[in-house]
């Protein structure tokens, strides 16, 4: 089984700083990557998939980077709408969910 | 509008079974596989049964092999997950969700609103 390690789990920012979260894999996974974005008491909702494609309407300051082990999500400038939960999940043999990490408000 | 609606969850004492239903609406939906994802209260997603492919391929996690089974009927734009042996840690809010292809190798793009499973005595 392929397990996923996010890093950190817990994220103190403002309004407007560069946040970066990382997820590593047990093995290879190529790009078949996704990120998820969770509010409390929703769905999750899909921000970016195959490691770095924007999902439509998502907007332009989440981007995702990586392959094989190594993955990243990065919001370039937090808003408020952002606190939140953030999961990835791969895909390429079967599915396993990163634990999460969430953002808060410094 | 894209939709996913699920119902079905409840109460069920340990040993018991449950059936959850989740109807599509807005898309094509024998064109895409259909998984169901759990998130126990306070915890983290974890994935739980796949519906892939053109000729129907199926997937369990480990913790719910030989337990749970997973259909869908496309005359009735409805995937179904059927529960049984349930245990206290089954306990969860139950997702269904599209993925973006029929293909096993694919992200969800579509999530339903979750429907809640208590397994308690």
């Known amino acids: 089984d392929i397990q996923m390690t996010q890093s950190p789990s817990t994220l103190s920012a403002s309004v407007g700083d560069r946040v970066t979260i990382t997820c590593r894999a047990s093995q290879s996974i190529s790009s078949w990557l996704a990120w998820y974005q969770q509010k409390p008491g929703e769905a999750p909702k899909l921000l970016i998939y195959?490691?770095?494609s924007l999902e439509s309407g998502v907007p332009s300051r989440f981007s995702g980077s990586g392959s094989g082990t190594e993955f990243t999500l990065t919001i370039s400038s937090l808003q408020p709408d952002d606190f939140a939960t953030y999961y990835c999940?791969?895909?390429?043999?079967?599915?396993?969910f990163g634990q999460g990490t969430k953002v808060e408000i410094k | 509008e894209v939709q996913l609606l699920e119902s079905g969850g409840g109460w069920v004492q340990p040993g018991g079974s449950l059936r959850l239903s989740c109807a599509a609406s807005g898309f094509t939906f024998s064109s895409y596989a259909m998984n169901w994802v759990r998130q126990a209260p306070g915890k983290g997603l974890e994935w739980v049964s796949a519906f892939t492919g053109s000729g129907g391929n199926t997937y369990y996690a480990d913790s719910v092999k030989g337990r749970f089974t997973i259909s869908r009927d496309n005359s009735k734009n409805t995937l179904y997950l059927q529960m049984n042996s349930l245990r206290a840690e089954d306990t969860a809010v139950y997702y269904c969700a599209k993925a973006l292809s029929l293909a096993a190798q694919d992200a969800f793009d579509i999530w339903g609103q979750g429907t809640m499973v208590t397994v308690s005595s």
């Open positions: 999940q791969q895909y390429n043999s079967w599915w396993t």
């Open positions: 195959k490691a770095s």
